[in-house]
């Protein structure tokens, strides 16, 4: 039995998220936010977060600065007995923060990515991830100093025995430049949204996607998260559908897709079905959206449980 079921390695950073604005900024102007809260951000932390809430034994391998964002970061991942002993501190960038203006379902971001962009190869100790049964790594376009070392992390891991996952997020360059020939075939489960996967993979459907991804990974499990149309996934043989739980009372969407893939992973490490994973983690994504920020709807394991039971009458 290994120590962990999941490590993860990815990028750390705080939100701090603007709520209630009435219209968008313009330049040269001021407007007023109705709240303001300092929370736990990036797609790897909350996800992190959210899987230990789920049950899962994880622990992290990043980078922060030496700075009161760094203190929250830490605070926040160690409360939700995430194990942080492979979170270093960079020698010379600052903890990443990104500012949120919430605005109705939809938001805009400003991230400073900071010491996220430090976390190299050489940072990861091989013993410490022979300690997990599976290794989770996401935002590949926000990470420089890891991204091109991607194959060899996931090959590494796949040579001590762990199965391996991986969410790309969203490129804020744009550009889409990542050897998929490359990594695919290191890859147990592939975790992008729709639109990510399409960008990808140069093609502009799931159906024509499926067909470029199968050249190099015929055995990988794909799953492809399309917001409130559900999502999609694909084992092999056939595409599965999975409807979201739609919750009328949405507060704001930020890390649904991380605590899809917390729920996803979490039921996926335990050996279930692709159907039994994909309600997982859809029932996982809806309750996020109940609370404010990717982790409030995790904070305790009661609150995530009287969400889910009582805005979808299911039982996480
Ligand atoms: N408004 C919503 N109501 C209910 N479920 C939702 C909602 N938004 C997302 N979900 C669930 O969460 C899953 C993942 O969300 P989404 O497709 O937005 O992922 P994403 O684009 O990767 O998100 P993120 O911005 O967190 O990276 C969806 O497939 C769906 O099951
Ligand atoms: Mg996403």
Redesign the pocket.
């Known amino acids: 039995m290994k120590e962990f079921d999941v490590i993860v390695v990815g990028e750390l950073n705080v939100d701090i998220i603007l709520n209630r604005i009435d219209r968008f900024p313009e330049m040269g102007k001021e407007i007023l936010a109705g709240s303001l809260d300092l929370t736990l951000g990036s797609?790897s932390a909350i996800f992190a977060n959210n899987l230990s809430s789920l049950g899962s034994r994880v622990a992290f391998i990043g980078k922060i600065g030496k700075d009161e964002f760094a203190s929250t970061v830490l605070n926040s991942l160690q409360s939700r007995m995430v194990n942080t002993s492979n979170i270093f501190t960079s020698g010379t960038h600052s903890t990443g923060a990104t500012i949120v203006l919430n605005f109705g379902?939809d938001r805009a971001m400003v991230t400073y990515p900071g010491a996220m962009e430090d976390l190299k190869l050489e940072d990861i100790d091989w013993e410490f991830l022979s300690t997990a049964s599976h290794l989770h790594f996401s935002s590949i376009f926000l990470q420089p100093g890891i991204r091109y070392d991607l194959p060899l992390l996931f090959s590494k891991a796949k040579s001590l025995g762990l199965t391996t996952s991986f969410?790309p997020?969203?490129d804020p360059a744009e550009k889409w430049d990542v050897n998929l020939s490359e990594l695919l075939p290191q890859l147990d489960v592939f975790m992008?949204?729709?639109t990510?996967f399409t960008l990808l993979t140069g093609t502009s459907s799931l159906g024509e996607g499926i067909k470029y991804i199968k050249q190099y990974a015929p055995e990988l499990t794909l799953v492809v998260?399309?917001?409130?149309n559900?999502?999609f996934g694909w084992d092999g043989v056939e595409i599965l559908h999975?409807p979201?739980?739609?919750?009328e009372n949405?507060v704001d969407?930020?890390?649904?897709?991380?605590?899809?893939n917390a729920g996803f992973l979490h039921k996926f490490t335990a050996g279930a079905s692709l159907a039994e994973c994909m309600e997982y983690?859809?029932l996982t994504?809806?309750v996020?959206?109940a609370k404010a920020g990717?982790i409030g709807a995790f904070e305790t394991r009661e609150i995530m449980r009287n969400l889910a039971a009582k805005l979808f009458n299911k039982i996480i």
Do not use: R
């Open positions: 797609s379902q969410d997020q969203w992008p949204n729709l990510e998260k399309n917001g409130v559900g999502a999975q979201a739980f739609l919750n949405v969407c930020i890390g649904a897709g991380d605590s899809f983690g859809a994504g809806a996020s959206t990717g």
